[in-house]
Protein backbone atom coordinates (compact mmCIF):
# COMPACT_ATOMS: atom_id res chain seq x y z
CA UNK A 1 0.00 0.00 0.00
CA UNK A 2 1.53 3.61 -1.22
CA UNK A 3 1.38 6.29 1.58
CA UNK A 4 1.52 9.87 0.55
CA UNK A 5 3.11 12.50 2.67
CA UNK A 6 2.39 16.23 2.64
CA UNK A 7 4.56 18.76 3.38
CA UNK A 8 3.62 21.79 5.04
CA UNK A 9 5.55 24.85 3.50
CA UNK A 10 5.97 28.23 5.29
CA UNK A 11 7.44 30.98 3.58
CA UNK A 12 10.47 32.78 4.96
CA UNK A 13 8.57 36.34 5.57
CA UNK A 14 5.09 34.44 6.75
CA UNK A 15 7.35 33.41 9.70
CA UNK A 16 9.00 36.28 10.34
CA UNK A 17 6.02 38.01 10.57
CA UNK A 18 4.65 35.61 12.98
CA UNK A 19 8.08 36.16 15.66
CA UNK A 20 6.98 39.84 14.87
CA UNK A 21 3.87 38.93 16.30
CA UNK A 22 4.50 37.15 19.25
CA UNK A 23 7.55 39.59 20.07
CA UNK A 24 4.54 42.34 19.68
CA UNK A 25 2.14 40.64 22.39
CA UNK A 26 4.97 39.37 24.78
CA UNK A 27 5.87 43.18 25.68
CA UNK A 28 2.11 43.67 25.62
CA UNK A 29 1.51 41.21 28.04
CA UNK A 30 4.82 42.27 29.90
CA UNK A 31 3.51 45.71 30.02
CA UNK A 32 0.03 45.04 31.44
CA UNK A 33 1.71 43.14 34.05
CA UNK A 34 4.27 46.43 35.00
CA UNK A 35 1.22 48.05 34.80
CA UNK A 36 -1.14 45.84 37.07
CA UNK A 37 1.96 45.42 39.30
CA UNK A 38 1.92 49.59 39.32
CA UNK A 39 -1.61 50.01 40.17
CA UNK A 40 -1.28 47.36 43.15
CA UNK A 41 1.53 49.37 44.71
CA UNK A 42 -0.28 52.55 44.20
CA UNK A 43 -3.20 51.34 45.95
CA UNK A 44 -2.46 49.94 48.59
CA UNK A 45 1.34 51.49 49.28
CA UNK A 46 1.03 52.73 52.57
CA UNK A 47 3.17 56.02 51.27
CA UNK A 48 0.43 56.88 49.42
CA UNK A 49 -1.87 57.52 52.37
CA UNK A 50 -3.20 60.99 52.44
CA UNK A 51 -1.61 62.71 55.61
CA UNK A 52 -2.07 66.19 54.61
CA UNK A 53 -5.51 68.26 54.00
CA UNK A 54 -5.06 71.93 53.43
CA UNK A 55 -8.15 74.21 52.02
CA UNK A 56 -7.94 77.41 49.83
CA UNK A 57 -9.95 80.77 48.69
CA UNK A 58 -12.24 80.02 51.86
CA UNK A 59 -12.97 82.94 54.60
CA UNK A 60 -16.26 82.27 55.33
CA UNK A 61 -16.85 78.78 56.20
CA UNK A 62 -14.30 76.84 58.13
CA UNK A 63 -11.67 74.64 56.40
CA UNK A 64 -12.73 71.80 58.88
CA UNK A 65 -16.14 72.32 57.52
CA UNK A 66 -15.13 71.96 53.93
CA UNK A 67 -12.75 69.10 54.34
CA UNK A 68 -15.49 67.27 56.54
CA UNK A 69 -17.97 67.86 53.30
CA UNK A 70 -15.42 66.50 50.91
CA UNK A 71 -15.87 62.92 52.64
CA UNK A 72 -12.07 63.05 52.71
CA UNK A 73 -10.21 61.48 55.24
CA UNK A 74 -6.66 61.22 56.63
CA UNK A 75 -5.58 57.55 56.53
CA UNK A 76 -7.40 57.38 52.86
CA UNK A 77 -5.36 56.25 49.72
CA UNK A 78 -4.89 59.19 47.59
CA UNK A 79 -5.52 57.07 44.38
CA UNK A 80 -8.89 55.92 45.67
CA UNK A 81 -10.44 59.23 47.12
CA UNK A 82 -13.17 60.30 43.90
CA UNK A 83 -12.22 64.21 43.22
CA UNK A 84 -16.18 64.27 41.63
CA UNK A 85 -17.86 62.59 44.87
CA UNK A 86 -15.44 65.38 47.06
CA UNK A 87 -16.49 68.24 45.11
CA UNK A 88 -20.63 66.97 44.86
CA UNK A 89 -20.06 67.37 48.10
CA UNK A 90 -18.24 70.56 49.02
CA UNK A 91 -20.58 72.39 46.23
CA UNK A 92 -23.68 71.36 48.51
CA UNK A 93 -22.77 73.73 50.96
CA UNK A 94 -24.87 77.07 50.20
CA UNK A 95 -21.67 79.31 49.89
CA UNK A 96 -19.86 77.67 47.72
CA UNK A 97 -19.65 79.01 44.72
CA UNK A 98 -17.08 76.66 42.51
CA UNK A 99 -14.62 73.80 44.48
CA UNK A 100 -11.60 71.85 43.35
CA UNK A 101 -9.39 69.23 44.20
CA UNK A 102 -6.12 69.04 43.66
CA UNK A 103 -3.74 65.66 44.79
CA UNK A 104 -0.28 66.68 45.86
CA UNK A 105 1.57 63.40 45.76
CA UNK A 106 2.20 61.20 47.04
CA UNK A 107 0.04 61.93 49.94
CA UNK A 108 -1.37 65.19 50.09
CA UNK A 109 -4.73 66.76 48.81
CA UNK A 110 -5.23 70.71 48.34
CA UNK A 111 -9.17 71.69 48.51
CA UNK A 112 -9.66 74.91 46.38
CA UNK A 113 -12.92 76.68 46.96
CA UNK A 114 -14.54 79.77 45.63
CA UNK A 115 -17.12 81.42 47.61
CA UNK A 116 -20.32 83.00 47.09
CA UNK A 117 -20.35 86.52 47.73
CA UNK A 118 -23.86 88.05 49.47
CA UNK A 119 -25.47 90.23 46.62
CA UNK A 120 -28.64 91.04 48.29
CA UNK A 121 -30.86 90.16 51.24
CA UNK A 122 -34.68 89.09 51.38
CA UNK A 123 -36.54 90.14 54.95
CA UNK A 124 -38.40 86.79 55.76
CA UNK A 125 -40.50 86.92 58.66
CA UNK A 126 -38.51 88.18 61.36
CA UNK A 127 -35.49 87.88 59.45
CA UNK A 128 -33.30 88.41 56.47
CA UNK A 129 -32.46 85.52 53.92
CA UNK A 130 -28.78 86.69 52.19
CA UNK A 131 -28.48 86.02 48.40
CA UNK A 132 -25.94 85.77 45.69
CA UNK A 133 -26.11 87.18 42.28
CA UNK A 134 -27.39 84.10 40.96
CA UNK A 135 -30.42 84.39 43.52
CA UNK A 136 -29.23 81.04 45.58
CA UNK A 137 -30.46 81.49 49.42
CA UNK A 138 -26.89 81.57 51.35
CA UNK A 139 -28.18 82.22 54.94
CA UNK A 140 -30.60 83.10 57.55
CA UNK A 141 -29.97 85.65 59.71
CA UNK A 142 -31.12 87.64 62.14
CA UNK A 143 -29.14 91.20 60.71
CA UNK A 144 -29.31 92.41 57.55
CA UNK A 145 -25.14 91.64 56.28
CA UNK A 146 -22.56 93.41 57.08
CA UNK A 147 -21.61 94.91 54.09
CA UNK A 148 -24.00 97.23 52.02
CA UNK A 149 -26.08 94.99 49.79
CA UNK A 150 -29.34 96.09 48.26
CA UNK A 151 -32.15 95.19 50.70
CA UNK A 152 -35.00 93.24 47.97
CA UNK A 153 -38.13 95.04 49.35
CA UNK A 154 -41.73 93.30 48.21
CA UNK A 155 -40.45 90.18 46.59
CA UNK A 156 -42.66 87.96 48.58
CA UNK A 157 -40.51 84.94 49.19
CA UNK A 158 -42.41 81.52 49.22
CA UNK A 159 -39.90 79.91 51.82
CA UNK A 160 -36.09 79.01 52.37
CA UNK A 161 -34.26 76.22 51.77
CA UNK A 162 -30.12 76.70 51.91
CA UNK A 163 -28.63 76.59 48.56
CA UNK A 164 -31.49 76.67 46.15
CA UNK A 165 -32.70 80.12 44.44
CA UNK A 166 -34.94 81.94 46.02
CA UNK A 167 -38.60 81.61 44.50
CA UNK A 168 -41.04 85.03 45.07
CA UNK A 169 -45.22 84.41 45.10
CA UNK A 170 -45.64 86.73 42.22
CA UNK A 171 -44.46 85.27 38.69
CA UNK A 172 -41.72 86.96 37.33
CA UNK A 173 -39.87 88.68 40.26
CA UNK A 174 -37.60 86.19 40.97
CA UNK A 175 -36.29 86.05 37.26
CA UNK A 176 -36.33 89.78 37.08
CA UNK A 177 -34.76 90.92 40.85
CA UNK A 178 -31.68 87.79 39.28
CA UNK A 179 -30.88 89.96 36.26
CA UNK A 180 -31.27 93.33 37.79
CA UNK A 181 -28.09 91.61 40.66
CA UNK A 182 -26.60 89.81 37.51
CA UNK A 183 -25.83 93.48 36.15
CA UNK A 184 -24.62 95.21 38.91
CA UNK A 185 -22.15 92.17 39.74
CA UNK A 186 -20.87 92.91 36.20
CA UNK A 187 -20.93 96.24 37.09
CA UNK A 188 -19.68 96.16 40.15
CA UNK A 189 -22.12 98.22 41.60
CA UNK A 190 -23.60 95.91 43.83
CA UNK A 191 -21.84 97.63 46.81
CA UNK A 192 -23.00 101.08 46.00
CA UNK A 193 -27.37 100.14 45.85
CA UNK A 194 -29.42 100.03 49.05
CA UNK A 195 -32.32 98.73 47.83
CA UNK A 196 -34.16 97.10 44.97
CA UNK A 197 -37.86 97.57 45.20
CA UNK A 198 -40.04 95.34 43.04
CA UNK A 199 -43.90 96.06 44.01
CA UNK A 200 -44.69 94.02 40.40
CA UNK A 201 -42.73 93.43 37.70
CA UNK A 202 -43.58 96.50 35.76
CA UNK A 203 -42.48 98.98 38.30
CA UNK A 204 -38.83 97.94 39.50
CA UNK A 205 -36.86 100.15 40.95
CA UNK A 206 -33.34 100.72 42.68
CA UNK A 207 -31.95 103.61 45.05
CA UNK A 208 -27.75 103.94 44.58
CA UNK A 209 -26.11 105.17 47.66
CA UNK A 210 -29.20 106.60 49.12
CA UNK A 211 -29.83 109.35 47.35
CA UNK A 212 -30.59 108.79 43.98
CA UNK A 213 -33.96 106.26 43.19
CA UNK A 214 -34.12 105.20 39.63
CA UNK A 215 -37.67 104.08 38.47
CA UNK A 216 -36.28 100.80 35.97
CA UNK A 217 -39.98 100.19 34.98
CA UNK A 218 -40.55 96.52 32.99
CA UNK A 219 -38.11 93.78 32.43
CA UNK A 220 -37.00 94.71 28.47
CA UNK A 221 -34.00 96.35 27.39
CA UNK A 222 -32.39 95.91 31.03
CA UNK A 223 -28.97 96.09 30.29
CA UNK A 224 -29.26 99.47 28.49
CA UNK A 225 -30.97 100.97 30.89
CA UNK A 226 -28.97 99.93 33.84
CA UNK A 227 -25.18 99.72 32.13
CA UNK A 228 -26.02 102.85 30.01
CA UNK A 229 -28.98 104.85 30.69
CA UNK A 230 -28.60 104.73 34.83
CA UNK A 231 -24.74 104.63 35.37
CA UNK A 232 -24.25 107.15 32.88
CA UNK A 233 -26.15 109.14 34.54
CA UNK A 234 -25.11 108.51 37.91
CA UNK A 235 -21.49 109.55 37.09
CA UNK A 236 -22.29 112.82 35.37
CA UNK A 237 -24.00 113.61 37.86
CA UNK A 238 -21.79 113.49 40.53
CA UNK A 239 -22.57 114.12 44.24
CA UNK A 240 -25.04 116.11 42.77
CA UNK A 241 -27.19 113.02 42.34
CA UNK A 242 -29.81 113.35 44.74
CA UNK A 243 -33.19 113.08 43.56
CA UNK A 244 -34.91 110.88 40.74
CA UNK A 245 -33.88 109.08 37.64
CA UNK A 246 -36.57 107.70 35.56
CA UNK A 247 -34.89 105.47 32.17
CA UNK A 248 -38.33 103.16 31.96
CA UNK A 249 -38.73 104.03 28.48
CA UNK A 250 -35.62 102.43 27.38
CA UNK A 251 -34.04 105.11 25.34
CA UNK A 252 -33.91 108.27 27.88
CA UNK A 253 -33.15 109.32 31.00
CA UNK A 254 -34.92 111.71 32.75
CA UNK A 255 -33.80 113.35 35.76
CA UNK A 256 -35.69 115.06 38.19
CA UNK A 257 -34.00 117.11 41.38
CA UNK A 258 -35.41 115.94 45.28
CA UNK A 259 -36.77 119.26 46.71
Known sequence: METTTYEKTIKLK??????RRNRRNRKILLILFLVAVLLMIAYFAPWFKINKITVEGNSLIPAN???????????????????KKAVNGISALPYIETAKIVKKFPAG???????????????FGDSYIYVDSTGKMLEQNKVPPEKTVPLIENFNLTKY????VFQSKEEGKAQYVTDVLGILKEQQMVNNVTLINVPDTENLSIVIDNKLEVLVGANDNLNYKIEFLTLKSYQSLGENARGYLNVSSGDKAVYKQKG
Do not use: H, L, P, W
Open 14 to 19: DYKKRM
Open 65 to 83: TIIEASTIGYGRNVFRTSS
Open 161 to 164: IAGQ
Open 109 to 123: IKIVVKECEVAGYVA
